[in-house]
């Protein structure tokens, strides 16, 4: 596509429940990131992959965050149990070549 | 300390004026910049990058990088309302493939 795309824009869930975000970065992109946006926190990393390995997770906040990446395209974050303090917006974005992230219009994420 | 501190603002100035916007950093092994522009519920968008020392221009945009300093700033000539937005500095290290480390970012209202 020409941008990365990211879906669902808005999710809205209750507390306990497990959450899929999707992420899919522009073609033939082959480095993927994760990052999280609060207010008060800034802009967050989280996880980068580069084709469908992960080499560095050390952003993940908690066990209970997870992410993977197959065909070296689409990648999915879960979070699990989800807890209010997981309320943000997740964005994702892709690049290649060395050249500077392209990001998506994250997923807005609400647990009540 | 933040490894990457930026004032908050908000900055309010007319249309037409000269907008500068500034970002210090504590490692001097950051060696790529960039500065984004994000609008409300939108996902950051690029507009500048250099890695290294000194200015580079594009319409009414110039990034300035000051190694010594460990000082970057992003100008922005003849402002338009348009441009109100928040201004995010993201850095990151040159042996580095992954991981910007964003500054809190700064609000910028430019009044018509």
């Known amino acids: 596509g020409a941008g990365v795309s990211q879906s669902p824009s808005n999710k809205v869930t209750e507390k306990g429940k497990d959450v899929e975000l999707r992420c899919d970065p522009i073609?033939?992109?082959?480095?993927l990131y994760w990052y999280r946006q609060s207010l008060g926190q800034g802009l967050e990393f989280l996880i980068y992959?580069?084709?469908?390995?992960?080499?560095?997770k050390s952003g993940l906040p908690s066990d209970r965050f997870s992410a993977e990446r197959t065909g070296g395209s689409v990648s999915t974050l879960t979070i699990q149990r989800t807890q209010q303090e997981d309320s943000a917006v997740y964005l994702c974005a892709s690049s290649g070549g060395g050249q500077p992230q392209h990001f998506g219009d994250g997923t807005r994420l609400s647990i009540l | 300390q933040k490894e990457v501190e930026q004032d908050p603002g908000p900055l309010s100035v007319p249309e037409g004026a000269i907008v500068s916007l500034n970002c210090t950093y504590s490692n001097s092994a950051f060696q790529y910049f960039m500065w984004y522009r994000q609008y409300s519920r939108k996902g950051p968008e690029l507009l500048m990058y250099?890695?290294?020392?000194g200015n580079k221009e594009d319409g009414r945009f110039t990034a300035q990088v000051d190694k010594s300093s460990k000082y970057i700033s992003l100008f922005i000539r003849d402002s338009q309302p348009s441009d109100s937005a928040t201004y995010l500095c993201a850095i990151r290290e040159m042996d580095s493939s992954y991981k910007l480390i964003f500054g809190s970012g700064t609000r910028l209202l430019v009044r018509p």
């Open positions: 073609s033939g992109h082959t480095a």
């Open positions: 250099t890695y290294s020392s």
């Open positions: 992959f580069q084709g469908n390995s992960a080499p560095d």
